[in-house]
């Protein structure tokens, strides 16, 4: 599995993708919304995990964006989150049905989020807590 991995934090972005690939997933990293943009002209990635609040173009910015011209693109992200502080954002993550992970996470709540959320993508919006 394909995954693009947006976080403005690099050392967050760094611990997640080496997660991802030690379970067999390849993994592509960029830090801004922007990055990300760039990145989907030019590739396809099977899922995104996706830092909500970044600088400049949010997670919740390249959601809503995404979702006009790409709805099967935006369908595939993953919400990061290490809490909604910001009214917006907590309005956004009830309103989507895209899955959330919450920071901290743990290798094992990692694992188990890929096999029930991404591998088996069942119906229904999963969040597992670090």
Same mark, same amino acid.
């Given at each position: 599995?394909?995954?693009?991995?947006?976080?403005?934090?690099?050392?967050?972005?760094?611990?997640?993708?080496?997660?991802?690939?030690?379970?067999?997933?390849?993994?592509?990293?960029?830090?801004?919304?922007?990055?990300?943009?760039?990145?989907?002209?030019?590739?396809?990635?099977?899922?995104?995990?996706?830092?909500?609040?970044?600088? !400049?173009?949010?997670?919740?910015?390249?959601?809503?964006? %995404?979702?006009? =011209? +790409?709805? &099967?693109?935006?369908? *595939?992200?993953?919400?990061?989150?290490? !809490?909604?502080?910001?009214?917006?954002?907590?309005?956004? %993550?009830?309103? =989507? +049905?895209? &899955?959330?992970?919450? *920071?901290?996470?743990?290798?094992?709540?990692?694992?188990?989020?890929?096999?029930?959320?991404?591998?088996?993508?069942?119906?229904?919006?999963?969040?597992?807590?670090?």
């Amino acid at each position: 599995m394909e995954i693009l991995i947006v976080d403005d934090e690099p050392e967050v972005a760094d611990v997640l993708s080496r997660s991802l690939n030690r379970q067999g997933h390849r993994t592509s990293v960029v830090h801004s919304g922007q990055e990300a943009i760039d990145r989907l002209q030019h590739t396809t990635p099977d899922a995104m995990f996706l830092d909500v609040s970044m600088p !400049g173009m949010t997670g919740m910015d390249l959601h809503e964006g %995404l979702s006009m =011209v +790409s709805p &099967a693109n935006a369908a *595939k992200m993953v919400f990061l989150t290490g !809490g909604a502080f910001t009214a917006r954002a907590q309005a956004f %993550l009830r309103e =989507v +049905s895209n &899955a959330r992970l919450d *920071k901290p996470f743990d290798p094992t709540s990692l694992r188990r989020f890929v096999a029930i959320s991404l591998e088996n993508r069942g119906p229904g919006v999963e969040r597992i807590s670090g």
